[in-house]
């Protein structure tokens, strides 16, 4: 377990928290937060334990609303059935802004490849990932951490992350790791070729030409975010991803089977359950403001 160095108030004589410090040491390790289970902690260090409200609120899950699911088989079959699913989509990002699709072209093998590939990254001997490990956004397009925002946010989150900017200026494959490079390769093509159909989907459901938003330029990057989970001794205290809305234009997300995706509709969080082979798509932030 990492600590702080111990510090004393006078009116108290009480060990003072010194979370800057407990932050740095964390982050000094490179080994992420695999790194802390790997040692066989019991008690998770006190900068992942989040507030017990927040907590609370967040892990209800209760409710009876269920996300909706859109068939994407025909998309470019018909016009009938292309109308059929852009009202789909219509519907969706009206009252929800969320959605699952199933039968959206890219193969089962190369979803399920890759959440291996992503998995295979963050379990390999933690020498090999430390290379890869930095907050320099700017100068590498490849690189993992825990947390891009680890010394602003007011609670770190129980997640290691590996980051690569797909788009619009690849990396050179030698630069991704060797454990999951040509799945990343094969994962972001196809997933450019899905999201150009989602682009075009979505400007028909806004009644303007299918091709106004990818001329606004809305495809042209492709961030690609493998987030890693690892068994956490203390799941009460914290969480993996707190509630968050994301920046992006789409957001094109790959669950594994395990679930703990919610999202947030009308007041009330809604679990995603997993189904394999589908894919979640978010509007994210920059979307909404176009």
């Known amino acids: 377990m990492i600590t ?3 510090g004393y108030s006078n009116a108290h004589c009480a060990p003072k928290y010194d979370r800057k410090s407990e932050l740095k040491a964390f982050d000094d390790t490179k080994a992420g937060v695999k790194g802390l289970v790997d040692a066989g902690i019991t008690k998770i260090p006190r900068i992942f334990i989040h507030d017990q409200l ?5 892990r209800s899950g209760d409710s009876e609303f269920i996300i909706p699911i859109i068939d994407l ?3 470019n079959k018909d016009a009938i059935s292309r109308a059929k699913i852009v009202k789909q989509v219509q519907n969706a990002c009206q009252n929800w802004g969320f959605f699952q699709i199933v039968n959206h072209g890219i193969p089962v093998s190369i979803l399920d490849e890759m959440i291996d590939g992503v998995i295979g990254f963050h379990e390999q001997d ?4 430390k290379k890869f490990y930095t ?5 590498r397009m490849v690189l993992y951490n825990t947390n891009f925002d680890f010394y602003v946010a007011p609670e770190a989150n129980w997640r290691d992350t590996l980051s690569c900017v797909m788009a ?6 030698e630069e991704l790791p ?3 490079r040509d799945i990343i390769v094969d994962h972001a093509k196809k997933t450019t070729e899905l999201a150009l159909t989602l682009f075009e989907l979505i400007s028909e459901a806004l009644g303007l030409n299918a091709n106004r938003l990818k001329d606004m330029d809305c495809a042209e990057g492709l961030f690609l975010l493998g987030h890693y989970y690892p068994a956490c001794p203390e799941p009460e205290l914290t969480m993996g991803t707190d509630s968050h809305a994301d920046t992006s234009f789409l957001t094109v997300l790959l669950q594994d089977r395990l679930g703990g ?3 947030l509709h009308e007041n009330e969080w809604v679990n995603v359950t997993p189904i394999h082979g589908a894919l979640v798509v978010n509007l994210g932030d920059m979307m909404q403001a176009s």
Do not use: F, H, M
């Not at 927040?54 to 967040?58: A, E, G, Q």
């Not at 619009?168 to 494959?173: K, L, V």
């Open 4 to 6: 702080a160095d111990a």
């Open 261 to 263: 995706l919610q999202v």
């Open 54 to 58: 927040k907590l609370s609120n967040s």
């Open 135 to 139: 907050r320099d956004y700017q100068k």
């Open 178 to 180: 060797e454990v999951c």
């Open 73 to 75: 088989d025909g998309v």
């Open 126 to 129: 933690t020498e090999v990932k």
């Open 168 to 173: 619009p200026n690849p990396p050179d494959p």
